[in-house]
């Protein structure tokens, strides 16, 4: 799916909003990121990751209700790579029994591949590994995504 300009620009907008709200709060990066400009361009994609599965899912994004949210859309935590063959990365902090959905893809163009549950994942010990893709290296369950469930939409129609 490709997003509109327009679309990209909200997204872009909502993304900065992310970032300025984590430095007023002081917050830093986690799962081994490292503080940098990249940051400002990591919250901005996972603004379109999120906006591509809202509307993949014919649901509404809530966006400035930003991270931490119980959802970020339609029952589903919403986590992205770049990679067209990337993983759903799965982290021991994240809550139990949460479905989390995988997006691909950037710079306006995503595909929704599919979601798994954080228990499923993290119960799983040949999730457990060091990043596929390199950077940064670190430790957490990569799922990939032909062990994925099929995105399956309600449609009264």
């Given at each position: 799916m490709?997003?509109?300009?327009?679309?990209?620009l909200?997204?872009g907008?909502?993304?900065?909003?992310?970032?300025?709200?984590?430095?007023?709060?002081?917050?830093?990066?986690?799962?081994?990121?490292?503080?940098?400009?990249?940051?400002?361009?990591?919250?901005?994609?996972?603004?379109?990751?999120?906006?591509?599965?809202?509307?993949?899912l014919?649901?509404?994004?809530?966006?400035?209700?930003?991270?931490?949210?119980?959802?970020?859309?339609?029952g589903y935590?919403?986590?992205?790579?770049?990679?067209?063959n990337?993983?759903?990365?799965?982290?021991?902090?994240?809550?139990?029994?949460?479905?989390f959905?995988?997006?691909?893809?950037?710079?306006?163009h995503?595909?929704?591949?599919?979601?798994?549950t954080?228990?499923?994942?993290?119960?799983?010990?040949?999730?457990?590994?060091?990043?596929?893709h390199?950077?940064?290296?670190?430790l957490?369950?990569?799922?990939?995504?032909?062990?994925?469930?099929?995105?399956?939409?309600?449609?009264?129609?």
């Amino acid at each position: 799916m490709r997003l509109t300009d327009e679309e990209m620009l909200h997204c872009g907008i909502e993304g900065l909003l992310r970032r300025i709200r984590s430095i007023r709060k002081g917050s830093s990066p986690t799962h081994g990121l490292k503080p940098g400009p990249e940051e400002w361009g990591i919250d901005i994609e996972g603004s379109m990751y999120e906006y591509a599965a809202a509307k993949e899912l014919g649901v509404f994004w809530k966006g400035l209700e930003g991270p931490g949210k119980v959802e970020d859309i339609g029952g589903y935590h919403v986590r992205g790579s770049r990679h067209l063959n990337g993983h759903l990365t799965l982290h021991k902090s994240d809550p139990d029994g949460v479905k989390f959905l995988l997006v691909t893809g950037e710079k306006g163009h995503y595909i929704v591949r599919g979601w798994m549950t954080s228990t499923e994942g993290k119960n799983d010990d040949k999730y457990w590994k060091t990043s596929p893709h390199g950077k940064p290296v670190r430790l957490a369950y990569f799922v990939p995504q032909s062990d994925l469930h099929p995105l399956v939409q309600d449609n009264p129609f």
